[in-house]
């Protein structure tokens, strides 16, 4: 310290104030410029003990304010584990989801190839029933001329598509007499496809087990 304090010359007693009760520790050197040194050395008392109050506020401030960043600092910590937390929750959600996308693609695509061969076994019972038909309405016709000796089974006026109702021979598929010979007439397909939407779903089931049995 500088000549005036080392020299133990108390100086006036008017106009000090008392400061708190301070805690001295001898096992820490501190170095200072010989420039402030003089500088203390040279300072009015209540210069001095302004200074000195002012750096205890100070000290205290920053050590208040370290104390503040420091539970920040664990806040932040807390709330980082807690987002890498729902950063793996997510990603753990994310694969799971994705692993489910496959499977109902895979599902989708497994209903709808059971779904084309149920078209095409749909397909194949149309063609059976019209067949059926065909060959029903021929052995009508072969019986006719085996028991009429007169009936030709050649006559194109023979039609697997007509009926007579009332005396009247009608196209089944229109539902009307026939006017001239060159009237467009319906398919056996479509006359089975009008028979087919027409009928119910469980009869529709009975026939396509009848004729393609599991």
Known sequence: MGAGLASGVKGPEAGLIELPET???????????????????????????????????????????????????????????????????????????????????????D??????????????????????????????????SFFYENVDVNDVRFDVNKDVVDGVLIDEAESSPEEDGGRRRSTPMLVVTRWWQRMSRRRQIRIFNLIFPI
């Open 23 to 109: 805690t001295v520790r001898k096992d820490i050197e501190i170095n200072v410029l010989e420039t402030l040194m003089d500088s203390i050395d040279n300072m009015e008392p209540k210069a001095l003990v302004k200074a000195t109050v002012e750096f205890s506020n100070n000290v205290d401030k920053h050590a208040e304010e370290k104390e503040a960043w420091k539970k920040e600092k664990e806040v932040w910590k807390t709330e980082r584990k807690r987002l890498a937390t729902w950063r793996v929750r997510c990603l753990d959600y994310e694969e799971k989801l994705y692993g489910r996308i496959e499977e109902l693609e895979a599902d989708y695509d």
């Open 111 to 144: 209903i709808k190839e059971k779904h084309d061969g149920l078209k095409g076994d749909l397909e194949d019972l149309k063609s059976c029933i019209i067949q059926e038909h065909i060959n029903g309405f021929q052995k009508g016709v072969r019986q006719a």
